[in-house]
């Protein structure tokens, strides 16, 4: 847990090189000649050795060059033999530079790579810079300048550009990482050890792919909890080929559900390089903004007003002073300064009005960030309001841009700006777009710190009644459910839906109408019909038992004449949901590849495809996640009160949501579902139709090809692992709860390490730490529960006041943890126990739920490192039947290992 596994990758101490003949310089690549100019020039902290792959000598000999990475840049015919002297040589980690290596070569690298234990990044790459270790392993030009901005990208051509680009923009980077289409170690890999770097304060990604979405949504969500993460994806396009046999299916692209995806993780999407680069500049400048209202400072009302105008359209929120400070301001601005909505400070601007007017936005609080736009002025200097400007920065820790307009009179300025690290825009526009990326970082943030369990809790849905009836209908080798088979899997779950019953001949839809009571709604009912309403196939308000019958008839012969290839089961009869002033919305279901199900919300009726109101979350929800979801939606504001009706309920909307979320979770057969419409209004909300369709599991490619998902495969975000909670009595009486670690923990985890003593923070942590650093903390308690688990141990103390009231508050007492190493078969473990609780089997009872927790993973060893002096982790490792034997890498440690 100290050392990532790629850090003889990115951090080697060591450095071979494959790269073809020095003296012969036609037979090297073209890659191989800029990466011997690039490391000639930046080595890293250690000469790299250069080897040729037809060196003669015994593996004795060649084992003297064995380093932590071994860098390839060799014709494709030649990588197989360089990989597998790099494995021999007993090197740990490879990266091939170059291009033209196909599918099939790609493949069989990595099953070398990964025989011979090697970390293979490539090929088809253009390498690392790690600047901060002067080391330029990279066919992308000079080394870039230090920075905090790390760069991952899929794209060789653009990391080039973009680093072409921070030359001349005077952006540095912690790291820049080339990902090729085939590498083998991927981009969640490449996140996941950003993500605790501590050179790394920033991310940004060029992305054109995914190969496994849970391992890339977990490996963001766990980069974008510690650090801001902005992501740039090639390759918009609209929802596939394959006929939708929803609504939904129809109005939701890939393109939709990936924007879902990267909110939820807490990462923020560019849609342009401009933006990229914007973004990269605010980012560059550490800025960690925690709201969107922002204020403009300006000496033209043309360039504030266009700079208003961005704001409005990006859903940002234009600050306004306070009274308070508009009072204290104005008397210190020109005469012609006004301070309604913009902070114009007139043409008669002077650098000292700049400097008043940004420490006033800087310290109100409705401000959460400041723009300054400076256009040339006679009379004015626009170095010198840069100078008083960029002096104004130190005194607030809020989001400071600028936006010099103009070209050669201003350019002084812009130096001055890029100097004390004030992003600087050429337009307004461009300024307000970045604040805005930037903002969307917090409000993603919210979303990320949710972690729902599968079911919500609500009352328990009927899950045999539901799978029962998705067994049937597999059973006839049916995909679609009919109306009636849709809102009785609805039921199960407790969604409110309209009385409806099948009426197969005229005469069965008269008594049928005449038993539910008037009026009614009929509906025909047929697997091939998609869409009813396009066949005519949808009848409302019939009032009498004889018009139900004349109907039925009507509606059958009207399908049969415009679609006659159609099998029709019948006509559905259902009672008409009767709302006064009832609003029509939809909840859907998507399954998209790779992310899996989507839930939808959004505007319903006949008119959704051509509304398109398509919010969108990965389940599982919450009711934040679910309220959030419905705001994000156009119908949103008609849910309020609304031209003269009352307020909907959202509360029963956010049911059917969390319900929806259940479904989805359980059951991995749902493919596609429309819930439409679903009228709401005051008094709660009814489900008017449905329809769900189905695959069995093995068919999708997702999931474990049971009825029940029961570790959830087919979700791209893996809900909380309730299953995991358990009551523990303590000895001499009381009880602790152990469960899985949540995000919102990070206080009670910071007050345990907070209270150990020195010596116990020592044993645990192998430093004279006193608290966990920021990143450290967020990195401990959002984990990916596939592959790492965090038990905590919890109790509640009791206190009395003064006046004799009882409060309880919750404390953890103990963590244990385990994350599975690379070779995918083991774990490493580490225990944590409050000093005041020691002595009581608190640790022995962790250990062994995580340990538990181990087997079920199906991992087949798990391993630590105690120090050698921690005489009493020793022996509860012993009496727990771990064995334990010297380290070889440091003799201060021992390594403790339990079969599973």
Known sequence: MDHHFLTPLFQPRSIVVFAGPEDQPERQTPQARALRAALAESPGPQAPVFLDVNTTGTLAELARARADLAIIALPPGEL?????????????????????????????LKRVARREGLHLLGPNCLGVQRPHLCLNASAAGPLAQEGSLALVSQSGALTASVL??????????????????????????????????????????????????????????????????????????????????????????????????????????????????????????RYRPVGRRLAIITNGGGPGVLAADRVDAIGLTLAKLSPETVSSLAAQLPSQASLVDLIDLSAEARPEHYALAVKAAADDRGVDGVLVICSPQIGADPAEVARAVAASKAASGKPLLGCWMGDVSVQDARRVLEAANIPSFRAPEGAVGAFGNITSFYQNQLLLQQTPSPLSSLAQPDLEGARLVIESVLAERRKTLSEVESKTLLSAFHIPVTQTVLARTAHEALII??????????????????????????????????????????IVD??????????????????????RRGREVYVGVVTDEPFGPVILFGAGGTMIELIADRAMELPPLNQFLARRLIERSRVAETLSRWHGAQAADLEAIEHILLRVSEMVCEFPQLREMDINPI????????????????????ESGR????????????????????????????????????????????????ALVRGLKPESRYFRFASAISELPAPMLARLTLIDYDREMALVAVVKDRSVDAEGTVTEQERIVGVSRCITNPDQTTCEFSLLVADDMAGQGLGARLMESIM?????????????????????????????????????????????????
């Not at 902005?230 to 609504?247: F, Q």
């Not at 005449?514 to 709604?521: E, K, N, R, S």
């Not at 009929?522 to 998609?530: A, V, Y």
């Open 80 to 108: 197989m033999a360089a990989v597998e002297v790099a494995g021999r040589i007993a090197c740990r980690s490879a990266l091939i530079v170059g291009t033209g290596v196909d599918a099939e070569l790609a493949a069989q």
């Open 679 to 698: 009228i709401v209004d005051d008094t709660g909300a009814v489900a008017v139709d449905a329809r769900i369709v189905i695959q069995h599991v093995h």
């Open 513 to 554: 109408a005449t038993q539910l009571g008037f009026p009614v709604a009929l509906k025909i009912d047929s697997p091939d019909i998609t869409h009813k309403s396009d066949v005519q196939g949808v009848a409302l308000n019939i009032m009498t038992g004889p018009s139900a019958r004349d109907t039925f008839t009507d």
């Open 164 to 285: 072409d680009w921070a030359r001349a923009n005077a952006v540095g980077f912690s790291q820049v990482v080339s990902l090729g289409p085939s590498a083998a170690v991927d981009l969640a890999q490449v996140l996941d050890f950003l993500a605790t770097d501590g050179r790394t304060q920033s991310i940004i990604v060029y992305l054109e792919g995914i190969s496994s979405a849970r391992r890339f949504m977990s490996a963001l969500r766990s980069a974008a909890n510690a650090k801001p993460v902005l992501v740039l994806k090639a390759g918009r396009r609209a929802s596939g080929t394959e006929a939708a046999l929803t609504h939904c299916r129809a109005i939701v692209g890939s393109d939709d559900v990936f924007d879902a995806a990267l909110r939820r993780a807490g990462a923020v999407r560019v849609n342009t390089f401009v933006e990229l680069f914007s973004a990269a500049k605010c980012l560059a400048s």
């Open 558 to 579: 009207r399908v049969k004449r415009l679609q006659p290839d159609a099998r029709i089961n019948g006509v559905t009869v259902q009672k008409m949901a009767r709302a």
């Open 703 to 750: 999931g474990t090809g049971g009825t029940r998902s029961a570790e959830y495969q087919h979700l791209a975000i893996l809900p909380y692992p309730a299953r995991h909670q358990q009551l523990v009595p303590l000895r001499g009486g009381g009880e602790y709860l152990i469960r899985p670690i949540r995000p919102d923990d990070a206080d009670m985890l910071q």
């Open 852 to 900: 538990e927790v181990a087997r079920e993973k199906g991992l087949s060893d798990i391993e630590g490192l105690v120090l050698t002096q921690n005489a009493g982790m020793l022996k509860l490792m012993r009496s727990l039947g771990f064995s334990v034997k010297p380290f070889s890498d440091d003799p201060d440690f021992r390594l403790v290992t339990h079969p599973l």
